[in-house]
Protein backbone atom coordinates (compact mmCIF):
# COMPACT_ATOMS: atom_id res chain seq x y z
CA UNK A 1 0.00 0.00 0.00
CA UNK A 2 1.04 3.24 -1.27
CA UNK A 3 2.29 6.11 1.97
CA UNK A 4 -1.30 7.98 -0.07
CA UNK A 5 -3.49 5.34 0.61
CA UNK A 6 -2.56 4.63 3.97
CA UNK A 7 -2.85 8.26 4.81
CA UNK A 8 -6.45 8.25 2.88
CA UNK A 9 -7.28 4.85 4.87
CA UNK A 10 -6.78 6.43 8.09
CA UNK A 11 -8.90 9.82 7.51
CA UNK A 12 -11.95 7.45 5.53
CA UNK A 13 -11.65 5.40 9.15
CA UNK A 14 -11.80 8.79 11.12
CA UNK A 15 -14.66 10.64 9.56
CA UNK A 16 -16.68 8.18 7.68
CA UNK A 17 -19.71 7.97 10.29
CA UNK A 18 -18.58 11.68 10.39
CA UNK A 19 -19.94 12.29 6.94
CA UNK A 20 -22.59 9.72 7.28
CA UNK A 21 -24.11 11.47 9.92
CA UNK A 22 -23.87 14.62 7.94
CA UNK A 23 -26.09 13.07 5.33
CA UNK A 24 -28.56 10.84 6.79
CA UNK A 25 -29.39 14.51 9.35
CA UNK A 26 -30.15 15.90 7.00
CA UNK A 27 -32.19 13.45 4.08
CA UNK A 28 -33.49 11.44 6.95
CA UNK A 29 -32.47 8.29 4.71
CA UNK A 30 -30.68 5.83 5.26
CA UNK A 31 -29.57 4.47 1.56
CA UNK A 32 -29.32 7.78 -0.11
CA UNK A 33 -27.00 9.11 3.12
CA UNK A 34 -25.01 5.63 2.28
CA UNK A 35 -24.88 6.31 -1.50
CA UNK A 36 -23.74 10.19 -0.89
CA UNK A 37 -21.18 9.00 1.78
CA UNK A 38 -19.59 6.63 -1.00
CA UNK A 39 -19.44 9.48 -3.27
CA UNK A 40 -17.89 11.89 -0.79
CA UNK A 41 -14.99 9.57 -0.03
CA UNK A 42 -14.49 8.70 -3.81
CA UNK A 43 -14.49 12.18 -5.21
CA UNK A 44 -11.86 13.09 -1.91
CA UNK A 45 -10.06 9.55 -3.26
CA UNK A 46 -9.48 11.12 -6.99
CA UNK A 47 -8.59 14.78 -5.54
CA UNK A 48 -6.78 13.69 -2.60
CA UNK A 49 -3.76 15.35 -4.21
CA UNK A 50 -5.41 18.77 -4.23
CA UNK A 51 -6.06 18.21 -0.14
CA UNK A 52 -3.98 20.98 1.97
CA UNK A 53 -3.96 19.72 4.97
CA UNK A 54 -2.39 24.05 5.80
CA UNK A 55 -5.85 25.17 4.27
CA UNK A 56 -8.30 23.18 6.50
CA UNK A 57 -8.86 20.06 8.17
CA UNK A 58 -9.65 16.59 6.25
CA UNK A 59 -12.87 16.53 8.02
CA UNK A 60 -13.63 19.85 6.87
CA UNK A 61 -12.12 18.98 3.52
CA UNK A 62 -15.03 16.34 3.35
CA UNK A 63 -18.05 18.64 4.37
CA UNK A 64 -17.32 20.77 1.99
CA UNK A 65 -17.29 18.25 -0.68
CA UNK A 66 -20.09 16.72 0.75
CA UNK A 67 -22.00 19.70 0.99
CA UNK A 68 -21.55 20.60 -2.59
CA UNK A 69 -22.92 16.74 -3.41
CA UNK A 70 -26.09 17.47 -0.78
CA UNK A 71 -26.51 20.49 -3.24
CA UNK A 72 -26.21 18.10 -6.51
CA UNK A 73 -28.53 16.00 -4.66
CA UNK A 74 -31.11 18.63 -4.48
CA UNK A 75 -30.89 19.98 -7.95
CA UNK A 76 -30.54 17.04 -9.53
CA UNK A 77 -34.32 15.53 -7.64
CA UNK A 78 -35.89 18.83 -7.61
CA UNK A 79 -36.00 19.37 -3.88
CA UNK A 80 -35.83 22.49 -2.71
CA UNK A 81 -34.22 23.10 0.61
CA UNK A 82 -37.16 25.26 1.43
CA UNK A 83 -39.56 22.70 1.16
CA UNK A 84 -41.54 22.84 4.34
CA UNK A 85 -41.38 18.87 5.90
CA UNK A 86 -44.54 18.94 6.15
CA UNK A 87 -45.53 18.31 2.66
CA UNK A 88 -42.96 15.38 2.72
CA UNK A 89 -44.07 11.87 3.01
CA UNK A 90 -43.02 10.15 6.04
CA UNK A 91 -40.27 8.06 5.78
CA UNK A 92 -40.56 4.61 7.13
CA UNK A 93 -38.69 3.23 9.96
CA UNK A 94 -36.06 1.50 7.80
CA UNK A 95 -35.42 -1.98 8.92
CA UNK A 96 -34.69 -3.86 12.05
CA UNK A 97 -31.26 -2.31 12.52
CA UNK A 98 -32.14 0.85 12.71
CA UNK A 99 -30.92 3.16 15.41
CA UNK A 100 -33.93 5.40 15.16
CA UNK A 101 -35.97 2.64 16.87
CA UNK A 102 -34.53 3.65 19.86
CA UNK A 103 -37.19 6.13 21.24
CA UNK A 104 -34.19 9.44 22.12
CA UNK A 105 -33.12 8.77 18.36
CA UNK A 106 -36.85 8.68 16.93
CA UNK A 107 -37.17 11.98 19.07
CA UNK A 108 -34.22 13.58 17.27
CA UNK A 109 -35.84 12.37 13.67
CA UNK A 110 -38.86 14.14 14.67
CA UNK A 111 -37.01 17.34 15.48
CA UNK A 112 -35.10 17.12 12.36
CA UNK A 113 -38.26 16.45 10.32
CA UNK A 114 -39.42 19.68 11.67
CA UNK A 115 -36.72 22.40 11.17
CA UNK A 116 -35.76 23.51 7.69
CA UNK A 117 -33.08 22.06 5.88
CA UNK A 118 -30.27 24.84 6.15
CA UNK A 119 -30.92 24.30 10.16
CA UNK A 120 -30.64 20.49 9.15
CA UNK A 121 -27.57 21.49 7.66
CA UNK A 122 -26.06 23.01 10.29
CA UNK A 123 -27.10 20.44 13.09
CA UNK A 124 -25.83 18.04 10.87
CA UNK A 125 -21.92 19.71 10.48
CA UNK A 126 -21.99 20.74 14.41
CA UNK A 127 -23.63 17.36 15.82
CA UNK A 128 -23.05 14.56 12.95
CA UNK A 129 -19.84 15.75 11.94
CA UNK A 130 -18.60 17.21 14.67
CA UNK A 131 -17.29 20.19 13.46
CA UNK A 132 -16.73 23.61 15.37
CA UNK A 133 -17.97 26.56 14.76
CA UNK A 134 -15.11 28.49 13.11
CA UNK A 135 -14.99 25.26 11.01
CA UNK A 136 -18.15 25.72 10.11
CA UNK A 137 -18.12 29.42 9.14
CA UNK A 138 -15.09 28.72 6.68
CA UNK A 139 -17.67 26.33 5.07
CA UNK A 140 -20.49 28.26 4.97
CA UNK A 141 -18.62 31.67 4.72
CA UNK A 142 -20.52 33.41 7.42
CA UNK A 143 -18.92 34.83 11.17
CA UNK A 144 -17.72 31.79 13.88
CA UNK A 145 -19.96 34.12 16.29
CA UNK A 146 -22.78 34.08 13.53
CA UNK A 147 -22.76 30.15 13.41
CA UNK A 148 -22.73 30.01 17.25
CA UNK A 149 -26.13 32.09 17.70
CA UNK A 150 -27.60 30.32 14.59
CA UNK A 151 -27.05 26.63 16.73
CA UNK A 152 -28.14 28.49 19.64
CA UNK A 153 -31.59 29.48 18.21
CA UNK A 154 -31.84 26.26 16.61
CA UNK A 155 -31.37 24.47 19.82
CA UNK A 156 -33.94 26.48 21.39
CA UNK A 157 -36.38 26.08 18.57
CA UNK A 158 -35.13 22.54 19.28
CA UNK A 159 -36.58 21.74 22.83
CA UNK A 160 -40.14 24.20 21.89
CA UNK A 161 -40.62 21.59 19.02
CA UNK A 162 -40.32 18.77 21.68
CA UNK A 163 -42.05 20.14 24.47
CA UNK A 164 -44.74 21.44 22.20
CA UNK A 165 -44.78 17.52 20.91
CA UNK A 166 -44.88 16.08 24.80
CA UNK A 167 -47.73 18.90 25.19
CA UNK A 168 -49.99 17.14 22.70
CA UNK A 169 -49.07 13.65 23.35
CA UNK A 170 -51.10 14.76 27.05
CA UNK A 171 -53.52 16.35 25.47
Not at 61 to 76: E, G, H, K, S
Not at 89 to 97: K, T
Not at 143 to 156: F, H, N
Amino acid sequence: MTRIETTFEGIYADNFSYVYNMFYMKLLHRETAEDLTSQTFLNAYSHFNEFNSSRASARTWLCTIARNLMIDYFRRNAIRPDTPTETLPELPVEDEYSVLKDPINQEVRFILSHIREEERELIAMRYGMDLSPAEISKILGISSKAVTERIRRLLEKSRKIEKDRNLADIL
